[in-house]
């Protein structure tokens, strides 16, 4: 007993058993816990699939581009090839006659200049034209006969002489090979032959054998 007469049990203050309820809060902690663990586990994963995801798009869109680039390479490859070969195919040069036989060259003749080739052919050979180019004259004209004058691309004018058909007028477009005529006598000439001049830029008529063999036409 106190002093005061009361026991010790009395005196003492009341004890309440809080197991239960600390386990239980405990427990909901711990739920708690686990929910925010595998929350952040799956927004790690979400955040991990879209960085994934960003780059496959990125290595998609590199590779689309790196296909469209060598696509365009190649078709630019393409287009400077075909371009290359049309303009070869433009500026290619052909004799205008074939097997005939060279009679008569470049300078003075008997007091007068003979100003090109003479080449001896039957009458009626096919005349092609030497390149691309345009015709200017097409008609007669003189000791030539019938005679054509063609103004090719880098400005070269080749005449031929002593046709016997013209085949062409003045402002058709003409490439390499193409028909211009056939071969004949008219005109001041001894023989069926083909009179071939050639004049560098429109000028003064120059020697066609050096030029001939400068092309590559022998």
């Known amino acids: 007993m106190t002093a005061t007469g009361a026991t010790v049990a009395e005196s003492s203050p009341a004890y309440f058993d809080l197991t239960g309820a600390t386990a239980k809060a405990r427990a909901n902690d711990a739920a708690t816990a686990r929910f925010e663990r595998i929350e952040a586990s799956q927004q790690r994963e979400v955040q991990a699939t879209a960085a994934q995801a960003r780059v496959l798009e990125a290595a998609r869109i590199a590779r689309t581009a790196e296909r469209q680039a060598v696509a365009k390479k190649r078709a630019l490859a393409a287009a400077l090839k075909k371009a290359e070969a049309e303009r070869k195919a433009r500026e290619k040069w052909l004799l205008p006659i074939k097997g005939a036989t060279f009679t008569s060259g470049f300078g003075w003749r008997w007091g007068r200049m003979h ?4 080449f001896a052919t039957p009458v009626g050979t ?11 004259f097409a008609g007669v004209e003189g000791g030539y006969g019938n005679k054509v004058e063609i103004e090719y ?3 070269t004018v080749s005449v031929f002489g002593h046709m016997s058909e013209i085949d062409v007028v003045v ?3 003409l490439a390499p090979g193409d028909l211009v005529g056939l071969s004949g006598n008219t005109g001041h000439s001894t023989g069926p032959h083909l009179h071939l001049e050639i004049h560098p830029d429109g000028g003064a008529a120059i020697d066609p054998a050096p030029w001939l063999h400068n092309h590559g036409l022998q």
């Not at 100003?115 to 003479?118: F, K, L, P, V």
């Not at 096919?126 to 200017?136: A, L, P």
């Open 115 to 118: 100003e090109g080739n003479d």
């Open 126 to 136: 096919r005349i092609g034209s030497m390149s691309t180019g345009t015709v200017i």
């Open 153 to 155: 691309w880098d400005g």
């Open 171 to 173: 402002g058709q477009r």
